[in-house]
């Protein structure tokens, strides 16, 4: 008997790709498209997958939920750090149970390295032992981010040289590389690499005009505060988590928390929430502009007005596949 991975050789598994910025209206798209072509949601988004995190980051509500399967949305407590590798040993089985059930999978997110890692594939770094991934979290947050940039710098001067002190996430990972592996993240990632899973993506990528965008992303977050996104930030703010930890870092949880703590105002807190939006809507246009060659490009925000000429192209695409 031929395994399902041995066939994916021969058969690539179709796909359906919903992409773009925060915002731009992925998630009612993909679950149109699930809903239209007989299909389940995967979410591709870094911090949807936390579980204390439902309203800020703005994960697919009830009603989506009941309209088509959706998965690997809160389902990871925010003391689990989900790495781009972890996220797609997930999605890659997710991906295979839908095909299996004779359904198409939806990856929809906005995550650009877990959507590149899937497509294309990740360098082979061996597991890190969480021991090691806790201590490299413990020493950035002793040390701030140009000392701890200064200290990766002797281990590892390459990728020390590459980062910023700002870029908490990726120096952390290139400290407990090294620390684990004795081997430098760049030397891992000049191995090449080659994808996990064989697909034949049908991509769209939602970019919408910036100004738009924009006003959509601060009506959008000043709405989750008046929907229970206050009370969500101190919920979580109880459970005395460590800052350091990725998931303490999505939009507008740092900003409420301060508020709560009584050091600036609700309205000083959602001006600088929305500013920080903003800031990172930016960063994944820039991406996705650059970074990713979707089949349908969509330079607009996703309004259903525009829903049958993308159903047009995804049957025509899965329907008449090419390379």
């Known amino acids: 008997m031929i395994s399902s991975e041995a066939s994916e050789v021969a058969n690539p598994i179709p796909i359906v790709v919903v992409a773009g910025p925060t915002a731009s209206g992925k998630s009612a798209l993909a679950t149109r498209v699930a809903e239209t072509f007989g299909g389940e949601v995967v979410n591709a988004d870094s911090m949807q ?3 204390e995190l439902e309203i800020l980051t703005a994960r697919p509500g009830v009603e989506d939920l009941e309209r088509v399967p959706h998965h690997l949305y809160g389902t990871r407590s925010i003391t689990e750090p989900c790495s781009v590798a972890a996220w797609l040993d997930l999605a890659v089985e997710a991906i295979r149970e839908i095909h299996r059930r004779g359904r198409i999978p939806v990856i929809c997110g906005g995550t650009g390295f877990y959507i590149r890692a899937l497509l294309e594939g990740i360098s082979a770094i061996p597991d890190i032992p969480e021991a090691t991934r806790a201590e490299a ?3 950035h947050a002793a040390l701030g981010g140009p000392a701890f940039r200064r200290a990766l710098s002797e281990r590892d001067p390459v990728m020390a040289a590459r980062l910023a002190d700002r870029d908490m996430q990726r120096l952390i990972r290139a400290w407990e590389v090294v620390q684990a ?6 030397d891992w990632q000049a191995d090449g690499q080659h994808p996990v899973i064989n697909l034949y993506p049908v991509s769209i990528a939602l970019l919408p005009e910036r100004g738009a965008l924009y006003a959509t992303c601060d009506g959008r977050f000043r709405k989750m505060v008046n929907s229970g996104g206050l009370e969500e930030a ?3 703010a109880a459970l005395g988590y460590d800052p350091a930890l990725p998931g303490m870092k999505a939009l507008g949880l740092p900003e409420l928390q301060s508020h709560i703590r009584g050091e600036i105002s609700l309205e000083e807190a959602v001006e600088r929430a929305q500013r920080a ?3 990172y809507a930016k960063r994944q246009m820039t991406w996705f502009r650059h970074q ?3 089949k349908i490009p969509i330079h607009a925000q ?4 525009m829903q049958e000429e993308i159903f047009s192209k995804i049957r025509e695409l899965l329907l008449t596949p090419t390379n």
């Open 49 to 51: 997958i936390y579980g």
């Open 137 to 139: 979290r413990a020493r």
């Open 181 to 186: 592996t004795d081997r430098s993240l760049a």
């Open 234 to 236: 101190g919920r979580v």
């Open 277 to 279: 939006t903003r800031r």
């Open 292 to 294: 990713f060659i979707p």
């Open 302 to 305: 996703f309004s259903k007005r």
